[in-house]
Nanobody
């Protein structure tokens, strides 16, 4: 059974930090690129950051560059998003996603709420 289980969201003041985790099971984690997306209230789902299957390549949305860091530990089947210098506009539900372009498989986590107060 494929699962992506997220944790680490919550309420934080502007300027604070949070770390999100996404634990994978049921598939070969190291064969999948991993991403974080977010959906702010009343908006569509936006890509936040992506990391390659071996962790050697990362990309970020302009809005989070220099503040967020995506990482993964393939030995633990876990991906992380370290969020620093949080702003109220970072308030959203955050989702992790696993993708294998060759197999055309895509899996999503359950989502976790991040709320940044001003």
């Amino acid at each position: 059974q494929v699962q992506l289980v997220q944790s680490g969201g919550g309420l934080v003041q502007s300027g604070g930090s949070l770390r999100l985790s996404c634990v994978a099971s049921g598939f070969t984690f190291s064969s999948y690129s991993m991403s974080w997306y977010r959906r702010a209230p009343g908006k569509g789902r936006d890509l936040v950051a992506v990391i390659s299957s071996d962790g050697g390549s990362t990309n970020y949305a302009d809005s989070v560059k220099g503040r967020f860091t995506i990482s993964r530990d393939n030995a633990k089947n876990t991906m992380y998003l370290q969020m620093n210098s949080l702003k109220p506009e970072d308030t959203a539900v955050y989702y992790c996603m696993a993708r294998n372009l060759v197999l055309r498989y895509e899996y999503w986590g359950q989502g976790t709420q991040v709320t940044v107060s001003s």
